[in-house]
């Protein structure tokens, strides 16, 4: 069956980046688009933005243009997403997510940001 | 991009029918067929519910049902039963490459 699990939760300072991984598994990677989505504590879900994996092309939400960067490994099946410039309001959940038919989700890294 | 508008609650007694709505523009929910629900308890990573509007994943009970409207899609839950209560979020491809969630609805069952 189709599993993502990502890396471990996370607390970063202020400015610093924050890398978080989603490793793949029960299907083939490169043939679906992977998502990340994130939601702040006690808030909704926002789209950040997502690869295909087997080309390599990203699209981002605009509001996080400039400083996210999503990448893969394919040899690895695993996806990236690494987020700079880190504020509080960046403390959340974020999640990968394959595209197939809808999105199916990792279970989710918690990053802390403090100051 | 603008966050797909929820109602922030809707109830239900237990067997009743509820419908969530999602609204959005003509750059989004109006324009295309890809139009998708998830269902999130409390800290849980959300599940798909129902995608493309109107299909719902193998193992999704068919009490959950989906449509669209011009730039209004909805979800019907049939038969709410107690472990219904959850979030919901509704989520659209939008015109650029982008994706769109809507801002959630809490579903309680009386």
């Known amino acids: 069956q189709v599993q993502l699990v990502q890396s471990g939760a996370e607390v970063k300072k202020s400015g610093a980046s924050v890398k978080v991984s989603c490793k793949a598994s029960?299907?083939?990677?490169?043939?679906?688009?992977m998502h990340w989505v994130r939601q702040a504590p006690g808030q909704g879900l926002e789209w950040m933005g997502w690869i295909n994996p087997n080309s390599g092309d990203t699209s981002y939400a605009q509001k996080f243009q400039g400083r996210v960067t999503m990448t893969r490994d394919t040899s690895i099946s695993t996806a990236y997403m690494e987020l700079s410039k880190l504020i509080s309001d960046d403390t959340a959940v974020y999640y990968c997510a394959r595209e197939k038919e809808g999105l199916t989700w990792g279970q989710g890294t918690l990053v802390t940001v403090s100051s | 991009q603008s966050a797909l508008t929820q109602p922030a609650s809707v109830s239900g007694s237990p067997r009743q029918s509820i419908t969530i709505s999602c609204t959005g523009t003509s750059s989004d929910v109006g324009s295309y067929n890809l139009v998708s629900w998830y269902q999130q308890h409390p800290g849980k990573a959300p599940k798909l519910m129902i995608y493309?509007?109107?299909k719902r994943p193998s193992g999704v009970s068919n009490r959950f049902s989906g449509s669209k409207s011009a730039n209004t899609a909805s979800l019907t839950i049939s038969g709410l039963q107690a472990e219904d209560e959850a979030d919901y979020y509704c989520?659209?491809?939008?015109?650029?490459?982008?994706?769109?969630f809507g801002t959630g609805t809490k579903v309680t069952v009386l």
């Open positions: 493309e509007v109107t």
């Open positions: 029960g299907y083939t990677f490169t043939d679906h688009y």
């Open positions: 989520c659209s491809y939008a015109r650029g490459t982008s994706y769109v």
